[in-house]
């Protein structure tokens, strides 16, 4: 059984297309986040909600909107897509904070 | 502001122990933890500490930190070829917000 799963698993796409990726959790989680690796493979985390309310938004452009529309869900759309935005996107989930599991990770490629 | 580092590379042969070690900044850490990540793979939380302890120990893995020169270490006892990945230390607060180091790449080499 995935405890977090996210689709798609790539994704190229050309610039100023407008995109998304979806996040699903089965752990029963109250938290969810995005985090955005870069290609050194530097991770920093980019939002987290709590029970569908925004909790962290760590100074990430407009073009980046997070949706949940309940807690086991987290997507995260992009719009007019640069190539800086090309990186891994992870999501994760948690119950207790010290405690974050994470997803496979989305490879997006912007062209 | 927050910054944590790690050396980039690691190599050690099969059946020796590996350490890791992870500087950070922040004085009000409360968690540490240590993440390993598999080529082409999500991250995996491989343990955490909690900062008012100097050691934790969970099978073949051993944390250590000194919170005085806030420096953080993990040690693989006998380190086998499927130990080969990235290993990122994180700190925070007592919040959610994780700050990533730069990871380590470990290489086992037989």
């Known amino acids: 059984d995935t405890a977090v799963s996210q689709t798609p698993k790539y994704l190229v796409t050309q610039m100023g297309n407008d995109k998304s990726i979806k996040c699903e959790q089965n752990?029963?989680?109250?938290?969810m986040y995005w985090y955005k690796q870069d290609s050194k493979k530097f991770l920093k985390i980019m939002f987290s909600?709590?029970?569908?309310?925004?909790?962290i938004n760590e100074t990430v452009p407009n073009r980046f909107s997070p949706k949940s529309p309940d807690k086991a869900h987290l997507n995260l759309h992009i719009n007019s897509l640069e190539l800086g935005d090309s990186a891994v996107y992870f999501c994760a989930s948690s119950s207790r904070f010290y405690e974050q599991y994470f997803g496979p990770g989305t490879r997006l490629t912007v062209t | 502001g927050e910054d944590v580092e790690q050396s980039l590379f690691l190599s050690v042969r099969e059946g020796d122990s590996s350490v890791i070690n992870c500087t950070y900044t922040d004085s009000s850490s409360t968690y540490l933890y240590w993440y390993k990540q598999e080529p082409g793979a999500g991250l995996q939380l491989l343990t955490y500490?909690?900062?008012?302890?100097d050691m934790k120990q969970d099978q073949r893995l051993t944390v250590l930190l000194n919170k005085k020169d806030k420096h953080l270490s993990l040690r693989i006892a006998d380190t086998q070829t499927g130990d080969s990945a990235i290993y990122f230390c994180a700190e925070s607060g007592n919040t959610d917000k994780l700050i990533f180091g730069t990871g380590t790449r470990l290489q086992v080499f037989p």
């Open positions: 909600y709590n029970n569908k309310e925004l909790i």
């Open positions: 752990l029963g989680h109250d938290t």
């Open positions: 500490i909690f900062s008012n302890m």
